[in-house]
């Protein structure tokens, strides 16, 4: 994930879509900054925010409630002209994939991979639970 290191402030041209605290927009890599121009230009996104609310879930790794902040929240007018709210989750595919143990792969390197994916199938699910009742 060559793109940790691409951490600034974004400041939005279109500021009164921004549903949160303008003046501390944080974006974490190339990513999310790319969707952050995305979600600041596009006339079809009506509102938008980053990490600015969370979603406690139980972590597998230590069994203890934590605080989930998803990366975003966008509210879109759709093609349709239907409204719709969205939970958006910026990830490198990897992350998103129960990893595979494979014979090149260090043994440190496939336990971090598995807890990271197990704490973001934890997140992911306390987010349909919470939403799904919304």
Same mark, same amino acid.
Request: net charge positive.
């Given at each position: 994930?060559?793109? $940790?290191?691409?951490?600034?402030?974004?400041?939005?041209?279109?500021? @009164? $879509?921004?549903?949160?605290? *303008?003046?501390? %927009?944080?974006?974490?890599?190339?990513? @999310? +900054?790319? !969707?952050? &121009?995305?979600?600041?230009? &596009? %006339?079809? *996104? +009506?509102?938008?925010?980053? @990490?600015?609310?969370? %979603?406690?879930?139980?972590?597998?790794?230590?069994?203890? *409630?934590? &605080?989930?902040? /998803?990366?975003? !929240?966008?509210?879109?007018?759709?093609?349709?002209?239907?409204?719709?709210?969205? *939970? %958006?989750?910026?990830?490198?595919?990897?992350?998103?994939?129960? /990893?595979?143990?494979? /014979?090149? $792969?260090?043994? $440190?390197? !496939?336990?971090?991979?598995?807890?990271?994916? #197990?704490?973001?199938?934890?997140?992911?699910?306390?987010?349909? #639970?919470?939403?799904? +009742? @919304?």
């Amino acid at each position: 994930m060559g793109d $940790k290191f691409h951490k600034g402030r974004f400041n939005p041209q279109n500021p @009164e $879509k921004y549903k949160g605290d *303008v003046r501390n %927009i944080i974006y974490r890599s190339s990513w @999310e +900054l790319k !969707f952050m &121009k995305y979600c600041d230009r &596009k %006339i079809d *996104v +009506l509102e938008w925010g980053s @990490e600015e609310f969370f %979603i406690p879930y139980v972590s597998p790794i230590d069994g203890k *409630v934590h &605080k989930y902040f /998803p990366d975003f !929240f966008v509210k879109l007018k759709e093609r349709s002209g239907q409204i719709k709210k969205y *939970v %958006i989750e910026v990830k490198p595919k990897s992350q998103t994939k129960k /990893p595979i143990r494979t /014979p090149r $792969k260090r043994n $440190k390197t !496939f336990i971090t991979e598995a807890l990271t994916y #197990e704490k973001n199938v934890a997140k992911w699910k306390a987010a349909q #639970e919470q939403l799904f +009742l @919304e």
